[in-house]
């Protein structure tokens, strides 16, 4: 009877299902310039990486230089996401590649994930945003650097 008890208080106590919303903040360090703007999007599982089907998304334009920066994404749901960002350094909105598709200017997504002859998958870059996790950090990065 104790251990029904406990199991059911801990899922009381789980962050799965939590309910409410907050202030994603999202620390973007190895910025190369204060040209352009920094175009984020969160995803979730079923959108992830399609066009227009973000969650949330904001641009940012750089007004000053340092290679570190923090974007708040406001009023954010609970719950698990995937975060993809790009350094649109000559502000046309969109990500320019080479001509075989390959990233030309810097981009990041949540975790980190090292991959480089593919996009990452959601599994790769999907982090929990919840009450005790509000703060993710990405490394901008160039596709050569990978």
């Known amino acids: 009877m104790v251990k029904i008890l406990l199991f059911l208080f801990s899922g009381l106590l789980s962050t799965e299902g939590e309910t409410g ?19 984020l999007a969160v995803y979730d599982r079923d959108n992830f990486l399609k066009k227009d089907k973000a969650i949330s998304a904001k641009t940012v334009y750089l007004e000053r230089t340092g290679k570190r920066r923090v974007v708040e994404m406001p009023d954010l749901a609970f719950g698990s996401y995937a975060l993809a960002i790009y350094h649109d350094i000559n502000n046309n ?8 598709g390959i990233p030309a200017e810097p981009y990041a997504f949540s975790n980190n994930p090292g991959v480089k002859w593919r996009s990452p998958n959601y599994d790769e870059t999907s982090f929990e945003f919840s009450r005790d996790q509000q703060i993710i950090e990405v ?5 050569r650097e990978r």
């Open 21 to 39: 919303s907050g202030t994603l903040s999202v620390r973007v360090s190895n910025l190369e310039s204060s040209q352009g703007c920094l175009r």
């Open 139 to 143: 490394t901008m990065q160039r596709w």
């Open 93 to 100: 909105g969109k990500l320019d590649t080479n001509f075989m």
